[in-house]
């Protein structure tokens, strides 16, 4: 059974940092490595948005909202990926969702929170 697990979200001031984590416990190395792997985050509206992809060749995309801020990265052999956040503003509050997906499982991470409050 493959479970993600979130870590790493907190309280900050704004214009500081946050790393936060993603390890998929249960998944094999061979199906990790060519996963897909997304951060979601969900402020206090109903739409879920996608923050972050990295694909199994490392390619990377990001939103708009926080291109050149945030940073997606993983370590196939922690079997962790990675969402190094800053210049933390206000408006990045929210819980934030990692998610996977490969030929074999989809799966959500049960969300952490963060939050940019001076």
């Known amino acids: 059974q493959v479970r993600l697990v979130e870590s790493g979200g907190g309280l900050v001031q704004p214009g500081g940092s946050l790393r936060l984590s993603c390890k998929a416990s249960?998944?094999?190395?061979?199906?990790?490595?060519?996963?897909?792997m997304e951060w979601y985050r969900q402020g206090p509206g109903p739409q879920r948005e996608l923050v972050a992809r990295?694909?199994?060749?490392?390619?990377?995309d990001y939103s708009d909202s926080v291109k050149g801020r945030f940073t997606i990265s993983k370590d196939n052999g922690k079997r962790t990926a990675y969402l190094q956040m800053n210049s933390l503003e206000p408006e990045d509050t929210a819980v934030y969702y990692c998610?996977?997906?490969?030929?074999?499982?989809?799966?959500w991470g049960q969300g952490t929170q963060v939050t940019i409050q001076g």
């Open positions: 990295i694909n199994g060749g490392r390619v990377t």
């Open positions: 998610h996977v997906k490969t030929w074999a499982h989809d799966e």
């Open positions: 249960g998944m094999i190395l061979s199906e990790f490595s060519i996963a897909d």
